[in-house]
Every structure is written in structure tokens, then in C-alpha cells.
């Protein structure tokens, strides 16, 4: 069955760490979404990339790095975690930019 | 950007009831139109959409209305039922990949 899994599901980081956020999907989806949720600010879009090798900036990307390196994956890098980016995010694949398939979502806890 | 603006943060409605979240956008640009279901604990799905070269869409007991002059779309859910209780999220796609998502309502269904 078509999927998109996240990992880890669930972090505890400390403030300044390093932080990395995997995505997998093998619904061979050209485009890929990084969100994240937080209470009363529904889903905000971080970064996406509708090709390998290649991302763009999404709404809210300051703090947030990404990474494509195959279809398949997209990863999320917070290269210095601080407490605002305590969050839920999700991943999510689309085969045209239209329907987005989520994954479970990551919950992030930065201490 | 897009903005997206959910109305109704909280909707209560009795069960067989019909329920009406409202949104609307900014970019007048904006195309497509989905509307994702997040049930408690749980990720988001899709459950409807709208393109912009059609004013009406039913799906079962779920019908999107768009009204492109107000830049207004809304989701009815017609005879509802306990398992309609979750938070909807309303969205716009922009620039052709950006898809923006609006606050959320979480709506219950009461017996």
C-alpha cells in the first residue's frame, strides 16, 4: 500500500542541537511538503520540492533546512533547535501539487 | 503570499444536522481548492476538493461551494454523524505548488 512514514515520531532535542526529520514515501509523488502544526495556526507550509536535488522555500522556512536526495525521501534539518520550533510536523507527497498524502507527523519537543 | 481564513474555529451541530464551515482567500490567482479531515490524535486525509472552473461539488453528503467574486468557498457536511466529529482544514493552491492551509474548525456532533 502506498505510503508516506515519518521518523522519528516522536523527539526530545535540546535547545542548539541538531535536528533531522526523515520522510519516505513509495507513492512515486513528484512533489514533496514539509508543515508543521501548531494549536491555533492550522498548517504552515516550511519547504516543498517537486524534484530530487532540488527544494524551495515554503511560507516559514527561516530555522529550517531541506533535502532531497531521491524521489523518495525528504528531510527536514534544524541545525540549531530552539524552543519555537517545538511543534508537530507533517510530511506529505502529491502527485501534482493537488491532493497531499500525509504521513503521521513528527512531534517535536525542544527543552 | 496566500492567506487562508477559517471562520468558524468551533462549530457544534446535533447529529442528522447539517454543518457549514466557511473560508476565504486573498490571491484572486488561487486555483484549487481542498478541504482535509484530522480526526483526533490522528493525521490529516483529504476528503473534498473545488477547482475554480466549477461553482458546486458533492461527494456524498459533503458538497464545497466556491464563490469566486467573494473569494469564499465553504464545506457543508449534510446528515451528520457522530463519526463527522474532527477538525477540518480548509486550503488554497497558489503559484501552481503552494498550498496554503487555513486555522482549522473543530467541529462536534452532538446526539
Known amino acids: 500500500e502506498a505510503a508516506v512514514t515519518q521518523s522519528p515520531r516522536s523527539k526530545v532535542a535540546v535547545t542548539g542541537g541538531k535536528v533531522t526529520l526523515s520522510c519516505h514515501q513509495t507513492?512515486?509523488?513528484?512533489?514533496m511538503y514539509w508543515y508543521r502544526q501548531d494549536t491555533g495556526h492550522g498548517l504552515r507550509l516550511i519547504h516543498y520540492s517537486y524534484v530530487a536535488d532540488s527544494t524551495e522555500k515554503g511560507d516559514i522556512p527561516d530555522g529550517y533546512k531541506a533535502s532531497r536526495p531521491s524521489q523518495e525521501n525528504f528531510s527536514l534539518i534544524l541545525e540549531l533547535a530552539s524552543l519555537s520550533q517545538t511543534a508537530v510536523y507533517f510530511c506529505a507527497s502529491s502527485p501534482q501539487s493537488d491532493t497531499l498524502y500525509f504521513g503521521e507527523g513528527s512531534r517535536l519537543i525542544v527543552v | 503570499g496566500e492567506k487562508v481564513e477559517q471562520h468558524e474555529s468551533t462549530l457544534s451541530v446535533r447529529e442528522g444536522d447539517s454543518a457549514v464551515i466557511n473560508c476565504t482567500y486573498t490571491?484572486?490567482?488561487?486555483?484549487?481548492f481542498p478541504w482535509y479531515k484530522q480526526e483526533a490524535g490522528k493525521s490529516l486525509h483529504f476528503v473534498i476538493d473545488?477547482?475554480?472552473?466549477?461553482d458546486r461539488k458533492q461527494s456524498q453528503r459533503l458538497i464545497v461551494l466556491l464563490d469566486k467574486k467573494a473569494k469564499r468557498f465553504s464545506l457543508h457536511i449534510t446528515a451528520t454523524q457522530p463519526e463527522d466529529s474532527a477538525i477540518y482544514f480548509c486550503?488554497?493552491?497558489?503559484?501552481?505548488?503552494?498550498?496554503?492551509f487555513g486555522a482549522g474548525t473543530k467541529l462536534t456532533i452532538k446526539p
Open positions: 486550503a488554497a493552491r497558489y503559484g501552481n505548488e503552494k498550498i496554503t
Open positions: 473545488i477547482r475554480s472552473n466549477v
Open positions: 507513492n512515486n509523488h513528484d512533489y
Open positions: 490571491d484572486t490567482a488561487s486555483s484549487y
